[in-house]
């Protein structure tokens, strides 16, 4: 089923290049390589048919044209076997009105989960697998987010978290504190000997 291309016994970290992997999904057939060029924003959760998880999945689904407009594809993953993904997601059509549209990955051997140092490989099950990747258009593993398996994630913090990743993509600026789009940002500290008061925290006209 799973087929890594790579794998780590320690946990990855931010720069790194995020473990390919080719797997069953239910969009069908699914690498991540072949999502190169686009953002992804790569999440587990332990199990299908749990509450915390399934309240996050929905509301991706709700939001999932805002991450589309990101130019950013949604990847969901846990150790479930595929035919329990399809289950879960009439479920979740069912009882919360949504179309679970984004692909979500079986992973029974929990390879994908330890390649990419989710759970350890003395672990016998997958109940710290709630992490959150994403993962640049070259593959790079910009940033982490790890929740215990009884706090759910924020929807709205993964996609300000996505803005402000693309906001300083290739530029020479910084977010400040709960930055959100349209806010000012902030500039290198300029460490000049006849630099200004703000020296070391400088924010940079609005746009």
């Known amino acids: ?42 999440f587990s959760h332990p199990a299908d048919f749990t509450p915390v998880c399934s309240t996050e999945f929905a509301a991706l689904a709700r939001r999932q044209a805002e991450f589309d407009a990101l130019g950013c ?9 595929l035919y329990a993904h399809l289950a879960w997601v009439r479920a979740l059509r069912e009882l919360f009105d949504v179309e679970i549209a984004f692909p979500i990955i079986e992973d029974p051997s929990m390879a994908v989960g330890r390649a990419y ?38 929807v709205e913090e993964m996609l300000r978290l996505l803005r402000a990743l693309q906001q300083v993509d290739g530029a020479d600026v910084l977010t400040p504190e709960g930055w959100n789009e349209g806010k000012p940002v902030l500039l290198p500290a300029d460490e000049q000997a006849d630099a200004g008061s703000d020296w070391f925290c400088r924010f940079a006209d609005r746009p």
Do not use: K
Request: charged content about 20%; aromatic content about 8%.
């Open 117 to 154: 140092g989710m759970i350890s490989d003395a672990a016998a099950d997958s109940m710290t697998m709630r992490s959150t990747f994403f993962i640049d258009p070259d593959g790079i593993i910009r940033a982490i987010t790890c929740y215990p398996h009884n706090v759910g994630r924020s």
């Open 73 to 81: 594809r949604l990847v969901g993953l846990s150790v479930d076997s």
């Open 1 to 42: 089923m799973d087929d890594v291309t790579m794998s780590t016994a320690e946990p990855l970290r931010i720069g790194d290049s995020a473990p390919d992997f080719q797997a069953r999904s239910t969009q069908g057939d699914f690498q991540l390589s072949a999502l190169r060029g686009e953002w992804v924003v790569f």
